[in-house]
Every structure is written in C-alpha cells, then in structure tokens.
C-alpha cells in the first residue's frame, strides 16, 4: 500500500521559511514523479511545484512561487522536499505531496495516483 506522509508545517512570519517533506513508502519512489499541491480555506486545490523523473530531473512551478520555492528529492531517502522561502501571507494553506505514475510530472491535480493527508502551513502579517 502506498502512503505519502507529509511533514515540516507550522507557523511563520512573513519572509520565513519552512521546508516540508514528503516520505514515500509502498512502491518504488524512484520510477515516480512527485507533486506538491496546497489548498486554502474556500479555495481549490493548486498546483505549487513539481519533480519529474523520466527523461531527467526536470522541476516545474507555479508562477506564483518561482523564485521563491524549491523542490527536490531525495531518492535514496524515498523523500521529496520543498523548500520555502520567502513566505508571503497568500501562501497559507494546507500543502499535500502526490505521486505520478508516468514519471514526466504534471501540474494537474487529477494525473496523480496517491496524495499525503497534507501539513498545515500558516504565514503570519
């Protein structure tokens, strides 16, 4: 059974940082794109950041969070990470990690297989 957990949320003021992860267990994490996505209260789920696989390590962004963002795995770990700086108000939301079968990586919500149960993260005025 595959499971993602979710982990690094919290609270933060504007300007901080946080970085997340995202352990991978339940199948081969190397042969898998891994996505992060956020949901604000009253707001559809988004694509923020993602990692491919096959054909190269390619990281795709929202333009919302380029520059500021950075994803990166680990795979040795069974980890995918994504560092945050740079944390604005509009970035508070619940963040979840996600895994792609085909390996290319997407920025559509509904090509991933298997989601975390998301960590909260909070920016402060």
């Known amino acids: 059974q595959v499971q993602l957990v979710e982990s690094g949320g919290g609270l933060v003021q504007a300007g901080g940082s946080l970085r997340l992860s995202c352990a991978a267990s339940?199948?081969?994490?190397?042969?898998?794109?891994m996505g992060w996505f956020r949901q604000a209260p009253g707001k559809e789920r988004e694509f923020v950041a993602a990692?491919?696989?096959?054909?190269?390590?390619?990281?795709y962004y929202a333009d919302s969070v380029t520059g500021r963002f950075t994803i990166s795995r680990a795979n040795a770990k069974n980890t995918v990470y994504l560092q945050m700086n740079t944390l604005k108000p509009e970035d508070t939301a619940v963040y979840y990690c996600?895994?792609?079968?085909?390996?290319?990586?997407?920025?559509?919500?509904?090509?991933?297989?298997?989601w975390g149960q998301g960590t909260q993260v909070t920016v402060s005025k």
């Open positions: 990692i491919s696989w096959r054909g190269g390590i390619i990281q």
């Open positions: 339940g199948r081969s994490f190397s042969n898998y794109a």
């Open positions: 996600a895994d792609e079968g085909s390996g290319l990586g997407s920025r559509v919500a509904s090509e991933y297989d298997y």
